[in-house]
Nanobody, 120 residues
């Protein structure tokens, strides 16, 4: 089995910065990609940013220019640096990983989430 554990969430003022981290562990043959999604009550879970094994990135329009995703797949970690935070960035942030298992099946895994609140 694979586990994803997020850290770094909390309360931050508008305009401030916050960095999230996620570590994967378990029966992992290789990591195809990792990313971050966010969700607020009553809404769907939306993509924020992803990064693949080669370092190629994809950002939501709302994140581009403010957020930076990075990874070290040798250490099985991904991070999200968030700058110039706005109130509308407040959400539960979930780490995601697309992983090839030792049985050569590709599976999508989720972390438990970490809360980010942008407020005075």
């Amino acid at each position: 089995q694979v586990q994803l554990v997020e850290s770094g969430g909390g309360l931050v003022q508008p305009g401030g910065s916050l960095s999230l981290s996620c570590a994967a562990s378990g029966s992992i043959f290789s990591i195809n990609s990792m990313g971050w999604y966010r969700q607020t009550p009553g809404n769907e879970r939306d993509l924020v940013a992803t990064i693949d094994s080669g370092g190629s990135t994809h950002y939501a329009d709302s994140a581009m220019g403010r957020f930076t995703i990075s990874r070290d797949f040798d250490k099985k970690t991904v991070a999200l640096q968030m700058n110039s935070l706005k109130a509308e960035d407040s959400a539960m942030y979930y780490c995601s990983a697309l992983i090839t298992t030792y049985t050569k099946n590709v599976r999508h895994y989720w972390g438990q989430g970490t809360q980010v609140t942008v407020s005075q």
